[in-house]
């Protein structure tokens, strides 16, 4: 019998690419889909995390933790009064004071994530956890320090080491661009029409936020068609 794996998934492009890896190595049958309601803006991702579970055949968990995010003004948090910025990082990083962030940043979300993902391994018998962070270029590397591979690293010792050696995390992304995590979905299959990259909360992506250039681009780069809707 295989063992059980979790993926921590958001219906994005990066955490769809982990999830399809998953299913491919443990069977659909062995893999539980972890998705978190943070209070986040753009609450269609649980939506659309759900369609690409159902299409995966996958068990779908969501978990609430609005309450660990109250404090948090990030603009990507529901009840922040902080636009989302539509222009790249590289024009919001120019505008920042000293020891400022950008407004996208949830504090240490992939920490908050990746520590109940461990706790729920353990009650599912699941020995390894998948996530996506990758690569980010540029600027980016500097502003989420909860995607670096040194985070990444550091997480997978104290998750192995708090579980009794039980649980690992598995990030089979994070020395990749984006570019090339499209071209490895292209190789997957994956349902890229299902997922939700924008940071917005409209019925179709604006084009126009940080996350939606990256995507933008990233397809361009691939010669390929980006199959969802945008705004206008």
């Known amino acids: 019998m295989k063992n059980k794996v979790v993926v921590l998934f958001s219906g ?19 893999v539980i889909a972890v998705s978190f309601d943070y209070g986040q803006n753009n609450s269609k991702e649980l939506i659309q995390s759900k369609e690409i579970c159902d299409y995966y055949k996958v068990e779908h968990v969501v978990i ?11 603009s990507l948090i529901k009840k922040s009064n902080r636009d989302i910025p ?6 919001q990083y120019k505008k920042l004071k000293e020891n400022e962030n950008v407004s996208t940043n949830v504090p240490f979300r992939n920490g908050v994530m990746l520590s109940i993902c461990a706790s729920f391994a353990l009650s599912k018998n699941a020995k390894v956890i998948y996530y996506g962070i990758h690569h980010e270029e540029g600027i980016a590397h500097e502003l989420y320090p909860d995607c670096s ?32 995590i499209i071209e490895l979905g292209t190789k997957l299959k994956i349902p890229f029409n299902l997922t939700w990259t924008c940071y917005e909360d409209n019925e179709y992506a604006c084009g126009k936020c940080t996350a939606c250039i990256d995507r933008i681009k990233a397809f361009k780069e691939n010669d390929l068609v980006d199959p969802i809707k945008y705004e206008g």
Do not use: R, W
Not at 15 to 28: E, F, H, P
Not at 86 to 91: A, F, I, S
């Open 64 to 74: 609430d933790i609005k309450n660990i995010f109250e404090f948090s003004n990030s």
């Open 86 to 91: 539509h222009e790249t990082y590289d024009v």
């Open 12 to 30: 994005g492009i990066d955490s769809t690419v982990c999830l399809a890896q998953a299913v491919k190595i443990y069977g659909n049958k062995n």
């Open 149 to 180: 591979s040194e985070f990444d690293y550091a997480m997978d010792m104290a998750i192995y080491t708090g579980t009794g050696k039980k649980v690992s995390i598995v990030s089979p992304l994070v020395e990749m661009s984006k570019k090339e």
